[in-house]
């Protein structure tokens, strides 16, 4: 009994050394042509579904005298998110000052002879960026009192940073330490001097490097769009005046954390 239950150990052990030692099975390989998983889910800014459409204040009335209103307001659908709404709001109260600015006209200037025009005020807009995360709205106006000589014409802008959910302002632009003022200016006045506008004497103030004369302003694909109100640069009879300063020209001094920073080379 002892040799045999010898053998049977020699064989029982050496079995196990056998298995211990066979390398581990391979796991089946996909076919090469198997479907690949699913890309994970990126999030999209918000405001790319928003949409920029006009909401109409159309309005009339008899006080001081018989008018009416026709002026769009520019309101972005496809989002509640506060900075969508704060948008809308801002926007909303630029339409209102315009429309305010005209009935205040209207009690200013009574009484007026009746001359069979009857009073009005119109508002349109413009969207004129291009760069996602970025609105830039220019409001053109057009007011008219019975018994005035001619119409008024006024334009205001909005430019508005949806990330933050903040009007821009033009400081913000540019480098702090930059006078981007006076970089503008120089640009504009050389321009206006090329015009047949009357751009002289009195009217040069209104384009010198001062706040108060570059507070209509946008944001373009081609350039930062200054606009010049009726009389700030020249007489009623030559309008409104525009001036396109490319970005080239303003390169060395924009922020490259600030709104136009897309458009330095």
Known sequence: MKPAWKVYWTILIAA???FACSPAPTPPSLPTDAPLPPPAATSVPFYLNLTLNPTGKNETGQDPADYTVAAQIPTLTGSDDP???AFNALAASIVQQGVDEFKSTMTDLQ???DIGA???YTLKY???SAQPGYVSIKFESEGYVEGMAHPYHVSRSL???LETGEEISLDSLFTADSSYLQVIADYCAAQLQTRDIGFTDIF???????????????ITPDGLLITFNEYQVAPYAAGPQTVLVPYAELASIINPQGALAGYLP
């Open 83 to 85: 900075r969508v709404t």
């Open 16 to 18: 196990l050394f056998v």
């Open 118 to 120: 009857a009073s009005g």
């Open 111 to 113: 009484p007026l002879p």
């Open 159 to 161: 430019n508005y940073d």
């Open 126 to 128: 413009t969207s004129l």
């Open 204 to 218: 040069t103030d209104g384009a010198k490097p001062a706040a108060e004369n570059y507070q209509v302003w946008n």
